[in-house]
């Protein structure tokens, strides 16, 4: 299953991440911790798209509400 969504996976949360201006700005001050924090939501999903969906929509909001890493 994960061989058939990781590209999709990967897409949803690139456009995901950009739509969001405080993960943005996180992004620029901790490269290296965002990009490890994407990777691992990409790999823990195990190739089920609803569970990303439901993390990163999550993860949007906790740093909307609180942009500290």
């Known amino acids: 299953m994960q061989e058939l969504t990781v590209k999709e996976i990967r897409l949803y949360i ?3 991440v950009e ?3 405080a993960l943005k700005e996180l992004r ?3 490269p290296h911790r965002i ?3 994407l990777t691992g ?3 823990r999903a195990e190739g ?3 569970w990303v969906v439901l993390v990163v929509e999550q993860l949007l909001i906790v740093v909307q509400n609180d942009p500290r890493l």
């Open 14 to 16: 690139d456009r995901r």
């Open 19 to 21: 739509t969001s201006v």
């Open 28 to 30: 620029g001050l901790y």
């Open 35 to 37: 990009r490890d924090l």
């Open 41 to 43: 939501i990409e790999e």
């Open 48 to 50: 089920v798209f609803l």
